[in-house]
């Protein structure tokens, strides 16, 4: 995008206000480089220029005076940081919160007091940055790329609202990551340690850890989580030689919770909610607020507005559990129109996990839950026989609420819908998928493998349209998933005999969930199983909407994880049905 935009009518109605955040959206889109990341060569010079983005801007004063909390790390970052800013905004703190990538909208990136920026509040800040750069950057100091574009945006957001606190996400790696310009925050994390972004970070956990542990500064205090030995004597030595204390956080014990429970499901979560609870005890003792501790003897003892904090989370597309909004208004209706549903249910599981210690732990969160689920209905089993016994006035609602949910437990069925970017090695990840899921109980009756929406170059908002199905799209890496997949599933013999359905033109006929029968070509499930490839996301969800308004009886469990980008593709999508 060229030149400065006219912003003399912006916001005065929807239409002036829509055209300026697509105009925005184009703006950003026109600094994503189409360079692998490979191509990253002379990072720590390129790294310095964000100085000179903050002299251009005249923000270095007032970045200099922001109370930061800065996270790194492989996974959990992003929880950590929801976790954390939710405790202190329950400690009565104006806070802000940068996180990344977004989900469905650009806006999600910044939050203030818990809650994502307006876009009006948005382009307001863009536009002031935007301008500015534009008018001073020249052939030395270009123009910023993506990510420290959107970084200097959030500086400015945050110094404009005058909060009391920032809470910042490492985007990738640490040491040369647009966020560590703030040269002076109160306190860093480290979250868990792994393989990703190898590419750029290097192939041992040593690389890794060193490239996090670059945002540790002098005088400011660091604090980690259980790390593999590798990683954690980085950890201690990069601390040492800045003579600064290394804390080891451990999971948070969930008794301290007081009978209450995470707002974000999954064990490893504890594991984050530890390390934010230490960060946040460590920022309120640097910031002259230690009162709010309230001091006790019991180092579990966690205060009431932790606990909050804890329980109210939100954090979008980490262990989320969504109904399909589609499938209900359809039995809505249906009952409307002929006095009972006639749809089965479709609900989605959704994690952006995207590293092999990530989708372990998505594994057992996704089997914990459909086990979960199972228990409910052998309580509600039990309740009915009671109620058979000794109230028999209850006994209709109860038979037709029971015997609904019984029919849903033994016509369950799971699917996977999975992604994944390029970079990384679908090898390492479905293996830990499917082993993990198997080990708990859980085997996927099909499988499906997408490409993402969005084209590489769209940043994505709102009012982005989701693609729809296009027969020049290139399914090249989509079938290249589907082979490794279906390889796991065979117990790692490849066998040119194909199950499911690799042409894109050809989905798996619905009746495929309804047939247990042959298990020979599948010795390692539970059932008869199948993947495809298919040209789209909505092409998927229109068969597995198909698939359950033919059947009643059919419950349809659906993971949705390998990327982050494809979570927010179903977001999209879900938040378009009525």
Known sequence: ME?????????????????????????????????????????????????????????????????????????????????????????????????????????????????????????????????????????????????????????????????????????????????????????????????????????????????????????????????????????????????IPLQLASPLDATTLRGLKLSLAGDHQYINAGLAVALCRTWLSSTGHSDLLESVDDDRYIPKPFIKGLVTTNFPGRSQVIPDPYTRSYQQHSEGEAGNGDAGELCFYLDGAHSPESMEECAKWFSQAIKKEKQSISEAREVFNETENGYSSLLPDLEQQFHSKENFSNNSKQILIFNCMAERDPRLLLPRLFHTCALHGVHFNGAFFVPNQLSFNQVGSSLTPAATGSPNVNLSWQLTLQRTWENIIRGGKDSDQKIGSSCPEMPPPCDILLNDSSQENCPNTKDHTFSAVMPSLPETLRWLRKCVQKNHSLRIQVLVTGSLHLIGDVLRMLKKCP
Request: aromatic share 8%; charged share 25%; net charge neutral.
């Open 3 to 243: 030149g400065k935009f006219n912003r003399s009518d912006a916001g005065q109605n929807q239409s002036s206000l829509s055209l300026s955040y697509e105009a925005a959206i184009d703006a950003i889109s026109s600094t994503i480089t189409r360079r692998k990341r490979v191509d990253s060569t002379n990072v720590a010079n390129e790294f310095l220029i964000m100085f000179e983005y903050l002299k251009i801007l005249e923000l270095e004063d007032s970045l200099s005076k922001l109370k930061v909390i800065h996270v790194a790390g492989t996974k959990g970052k992003g929880s950590t940081c929801a976790f954390s800013e939710s405790i202190l905004r329950a400690c009565g703190f104006r806070t802000g919160l940068f996180t990344s990538p977004h989900l469905i909208d650009l806006c999600e990136r910044y939050r203030i007091d818990g809650l994502e920026i307006s876009q009006e509040k948005f382009l307001a800040n863009f536009w002031w940055c935007w301008d500015r750069l534009k008018d001073n950057c020249t052939k030395d100091v270009p123009m910023p790329n993506y990510f420290r574009l959107l970084t200097l945006v959030a500086f400015k957001i945050f110094t404009s609202e005058k909060v009391d606190v920032v809470i910042l996400e490492v985007g990738l790696g640490g040491k040369y990551d647009a966020t560590n310009a703030v040269k002076s925050p109160i306190v860093c994390g480290i979250s868990s340690l792994g393989f990703d972004h190898m590419e750029i970070l290097g192939n041992t956990l040593s690389q890794i850890a060193g490239e996090k542990a670059g945002i540790f500064k002098p005088g400011v205090p660091a604090i980690t989580v259980p790390q593999p030995e590798e990683a954690m004597k980085v950890l201690q030595d990069t601390a040492s030689h800045l003579s």
